[in-house]
């Protein structure tokens, strides 16, 4: 079975500081982790996945998120927070597709950029 | 820019009436999916569909629920006799000729049932 841990409901940073959000997984495979990001009154966009290959994944918006499969981890950053980063972020695994079936979504994490 | 639309985006409902939230996916995609967050909770998985069948559903997804693709441009899900705990954001999504390709979400329709 798989499941997602992310720490911290709520994330709260100055504006120009780095975003760090956290995601850890459990998966009996290599799985596919995903990143998506909610903004108020809006659909889930996705930020960035990772399905083979390169560890590092670049997003949109400057994002970014490392595979470490040592720690079962999916970090995400940002270098410098915007304001207009503020936005519920979910992390997500699947087991089966790079696509949108059958996701397990973490409980997602609230990030407010303090100006 | 292309994007999934759902309607209403807030529904209010007594408890065993019969509720059919509406999805209008982005014009070429196959694979369509529905998924709920109750609130406070994760964003869990209850369907998929392709070829107008269901091709994987979860244990959330039971008798209760249908879902239908009536006329090629929307996709319903539809709960026959709503109970409290239907009360939920529900998320409607689709993903273009692979299942593999990146997933659009909609805004969601939040569900209340009374």
Known sequence: AQSVTQLGSHVSVSEGALVLLRCNYSSSVPPYLFWYVQYPNQGLQLLLKYTTGATLVKGINGFEAEFKKSETSFHLTKPSAHMSDAAEYFCAVSLFSAGANNLFFGTGTRLTVIP | ?114
């Open chain 2, 1 to 114: 820019e292309p994007e999934v639309t759902q309607t209403p985006s807030h529904q209010v409902t007594q408890m065993g009436q019969e509720v059919i939230l509406r999805c209008v996916p982005i014009s070429n995609h196959l694979y369509f999916y529905w998924y709920r967050q109750i609130l406070g909770q994760k964003v869990e998985f209850l369907v998929s569909f392709y070829n107008n069948e269901i091709s994987e559903k979860s244990e959330i997804f039971d008798d209760q629920f249908s879902v239908e693709r009536p006329d090629g441009s929307n996709f319903t899900l539809k709960i026959r006799s709503t109970k409290l705990e239907d009360s939920a954001m529900y998320f409607c999504a689709s993903t273009g000729q692979r299942m593999n390709t990146e997933a659009f979400f909609g805004q969601g329709t939040r569900l209340t049932v009374v």
